[in-house]
């Protein structure tokens, strides 16, 4: 049958596909509008088959708060290249997954690839943008925190972000500085006391091997670990650090403390794209 450019362009205004891939959807479809959009939808799916594994490290890190600063979230839509991430069909998705994480504050990952965007769930949403792009696309994180005040940070490239949790109010400029801290010098915890355990024991069994390697005397040999793991504690526990945008003497938790003797970091979550 005969398909009008007239109903090429609607179908590409419902799905923001390309002309020629609506152009064939609907001579496929012989005109139902639906059924065009079914057959789109399926394209993306037989191209996330093929492309399945094809790496994802490009793409956006979003992290926003809610407006009573109690609840964030921090979600990234991945894909190929960054051609494609700053597509104006990327990033409005990407934005509208981070809305509804916010909005509706799922579990978990899988919760939240089964809200709805629009009439889709965002699994649907994310294929249904493979087929547009022909890029493979992925929700490839997704972290929550809920604390009496919680604040973020997204770096300008939108390629790595932060969102942080306080046992208490305190002033937008320090989450800032905190958050901004999280993103640039990428701590593993808050402060040595709940760093995992199994980082520590990582950590140690290079120190060993490093002093071994030097031939020191066992006695002497435990207290070099010792020292370069608590080396390792202050520069990568986020209390010990000492704060970037200071004079370079202040740690974090000092400059916390002058802010508010009682306020401390209670969660933090960071994810980078370039990890």
Do not use: W
């Amino acid at each position: 049958m005969e398909i009008k450019a007239s109903d090429v362009m609607k179908l590409r205004q419902m799905t923001q596909s390309g002309m020629m891939d609506c152009k064939k959807a609907l001579i496929e479809a012989n005109g139902d509008f639906e059924r065009a959009k079914e057959i789109l939808r399926e394209k993306g799916k037989v191209i996330a088959a093929k492309r399945s594994d094809r790496e994802t490290t490009e793409g956006s890190v979003i992290a926003l708060t809610n407006t009573d600063k109690t609840k964030a979230i921090l979600v990234c839509l991945g894909c190929e290249t960054d051609f494609v991430a700053n597509t104006d069909g990327f990033q409005t998705l990407a934005n509208q997954i981070a809305q509804v994480a916010i909005n509706e504050f799922p579990a978990d990952l899988e919760s939240l690839k089964g809200l709805k965007v629009g009439d889709l769930t965002i699994d649907e949403a994310v294929m249904d943008q493979t087929g547009k792009s022909g890029e493979k696309h992925v929700v490839a994180c997704f972290e929550k925190i809920e604390a009496p005040f919680v604040g973020c940070y997204i770096h300008y490239n939108k390629k790595v972000a932060t969102i942080v949790g306080f046992n208490k109010p305190t002033t937008e400029e320090l989450v800032k500085d905190v958050a901004m801290q999280i993103t640039a010098m990428a701590p593993v915890s808050i402060d040595k006391e709940d760093c995992p355990k199994t980082i520590v024991e990582k950590e140690l069994q290079i120190y060993r091997e490093e002093v071994a390697q030097e031939g020191k005397p066992e006695a002497i040999a435990e207290r070099i670990v010792e020292g370069k793991l608590q080396k390792f504690f202050k520069e990568k526990t986020l209390n010990e650090q000492i704060l970037a945008l200071g004079d370079g003497k202040e740690t974090v938790a000092e400059h916390i403390k002058k802010v508010d003797a009682e306020l401390k970091v209670v969660a933090f979550y960071r994810y980078s794209l370039n990890d």
